[in-house]
């Protein structure tokens, strides 16, 4: 049986923590192997590599190359060993609300499936390829990380980027506090290579996270259009709490993935009334609440559940990931 080779280009940016962090446990329950692709070389090297077909090789492993955008794809193209290398090739594309990133000429001939994040992005992309195409929905490390914990410090934690009316740390604490909320404005950063237990050592001692659309929380970085679930919403609820915002309701995602009581609808342009909501729901939060949003998490968005996908595409055999699998039904 073939391995896997997970080909990636992806930032080591701390914003890009969780994917990183997926790309090491992916290694781990698929007993993978991880290599960052170079750079691209010149626009000559690229225009070659886009005209010569992937050949498939028999017994040759598995490739799976896991991209920011599809603007990377790019990347594994003029990776040594890409044309003749490897077996079956797929891409799995995280940010794939950024159809406009796509060329067709990255995708047919050089990989034999496409995974996207969000459903609403699936039909483009196999217009665009004329490849099948599956969703792969974002997740969370809900086995290792997660926890269901009752004994929470923090009724509200802000973390990230927020609507105008939350951005300012300060006023939020002053506001809260005279309504008995306690809160916590931004944690403080980790480092990059240990950031999402940082991360979800806060997660943990909350009841509720704050967090909105990118639609209604403007920052550089977010599509201006297109709304998607982010790592904050997945790890927040493997982490017991309740996320508290503006859902993203755009991401056709959240209906499927998401349920009743992962969340808490606060009104967007006024804090006072945002806090108003949020304390009605404190007065009726019980710690069976983190435990029924943890198990809910375990069931719907463990990464697990997307790497038992991959591992069935490509025929791998993978021990340790289902005796994860089993951990995350059982216990």
């Known amino acids: ?21 997926l790309i090491s446990l992916a290694c781990s329950e698929l007993d993978a192997t991880a290599m960052r692709a170079p750079g691209d070389g010149s626009g000559f090297a690229r225009h070659l590599a886009r005209l010569r ?12 190359f896991i991209a920011m955008t599809a603007a990377d794809l790019r990347f594994a193209l003029t990776t040594p060993g890409w044309r003749d290398g490897y077996d079956r090739a797929a891409a799995w594309i995280i940010d794939s609300f950024h159809i406009d990133h796509a060329n067709r000429r990255d995708l047919a001939g050089q990989f034999d499936h496409l995974f996207v994040t969000r459903p609403n992005d699936a039909a ?11 969703i792969l929905p974002w997740g969370s490390d809900v086995l290792t990380l997660g926890s269901g914990t009752p004994e929470r ?10 609507p105008p009316v939350w951005e300012d740390d ?3 604490a002053a506001d809260c506090a005279a309504r008995g909320i306690l809160f916590h404005g931004r944690p403080p950063m980790g480092k990059a290579d240990d950031e999402m237990a940082h991360l979800f050592s806060w997660y943990k001692r909350a009841r509720f996270v704050l967090a909105s659309s990118n639609l209604v929380s403007p920052a550089p970085y977010v599509h201006k259009t297109e709304e998607y679930i982010t ?13 508290a915002g503006v859902p993203p309701r755009g991401d056709a995602s959240f209906a499927s993935l998401l349920w009743p009581e992962a969340v808490l609808d606060i009104p967007l342009f006024s804090r006072a009334e945002g806090l108003d909501v949020i304390r009605e729901a404190l007065d009726r939060w019980t710690p069976d609440l983190a435990h029924h949003n943890h198990v809910q998490a375990r069931k719907r968005l463990d990464w697990r559940h997307r790497l038992a996908l991959i591992a069935e595409h490509f025929s791998l055999s993978a021990p340790r990931l289902e005796a994860s699998l089993q951990r995350l039904s059982h216990d």
Request: net charge positive; glycine share 8%; proline share 7%.
């Open 1 to 21: 049986m073939s391995g896997l080779v997970i080909l990636h280009k992806v930032s080591p940016h701390i914003g890009w923590a969780p994917i990183n962090h």
């Open 53 to 64: 077909r992937r050949r498939p090789v028999a017994g040759k492993p598995h490739v799976l």
């Open 124 to 134: 483009a992309f196999a217009a665009i390829s004329g490849l099948p195409t599956t």
């Open 153 to 162: 410090d923090l009724d509200l934690l802000r973390v990230g980027r927020q």
């Open 170 to 172: 300060a006023a939020a």
């Open 231 to 243: 790592a904050r919403w997945t790890d927040s609820l493997a982490a017991g709490a309740v996320v």
